[in-house]
């Protein structure tokens, strides 16, 4: 009777999740060029967008925690990461017009998400490309680290920062996202005669 069994490396993520990465990561560098190229936006529009951006950090830490095959303790993680990115999302909504208070939630928002990043690489057995993803995590981190201490008087100068950094960000989940895509491990048939 004929089995299914998946050679070598089992597939880490579910199936849905690396088009759902793909799918952040344009929007990511669709919101990125947006905020990098609007050089007369608000502080409203600003914070709206820069919520967006944590929005779409916090959906990337969801992926990872409900679409990945890694440790409880990793999904947990991811899972509360996402959450209060979520949760500084909503401040970086309702900012009012402080370009400081601002910045602070979206470096906040990258620092989590950095470390967290890093620390799944590290600990899980199962990703694939792991010293990559433990590179960008450490990068995201530094960023953040830049974007939350950084001096920015001026709204167009964060937001130009910010825009980049996103760019780049949404890039790399499109990368991974490529990558998963391509690495799926292939499901084979095989007969074993004492199945029954």
Not at 110 to 137: F, H, K, N, P
Request: hydrophobic share 60%; proline share 3%; with cysteine.
């Amino acid at each position: 009777m004929p089995t299914n069994r998946i050679e070598g490396r089992t597939a880490v993520f579910a199936d849905w999740a690396w088009q759902t990465l793909l799918v952040v990561g344009v929007c990511s560098v669709v919101l990125g060029l947006t905020l990098a190229v609007w050089p007369a936006k608000s502080v409203t529009v600003a914070g709206t967008l820069f919520g967006l951006v944590l929005v779409a950090t916090a959906a990337v830490q969801w992926i990872v925690a409900f679409g990945a095959n890694i440790p409880t303790a990793l999904k947990l993680l991811e899972f509360a990461s996402g959450l209060l990115a979520a949760l500084l999302a909503y401040h970086c909504f309702s900012s009012g017009a402080w370009v400081l208070l601002l910045a602070m939630w979206i470096g906040m928002g990258w620092m989590i998400r950095g470390v967290v990043q890093a620390i799944v690489a590290a600990w899980s057995d199962e990703l694939a490309g792991t010293g990559r993803q433990e590179v960008i995590g450490l990068a995201t981190t530094a960023v953040g680290l830049v974007i939350a201490v950084g001096p920015f008087s001026s709204l167009t100068t964060l937001s130009v920062a910010v825009g980049l950094l996103t760019v780049a960000l949404g890039a790399t989940e499109i990368g991974t996202a490529v990558r998963l895509e391509r690495t799926e491990d292939p499901i084979i048939e095989v007969y074993d005669p004492l199945a029954r």
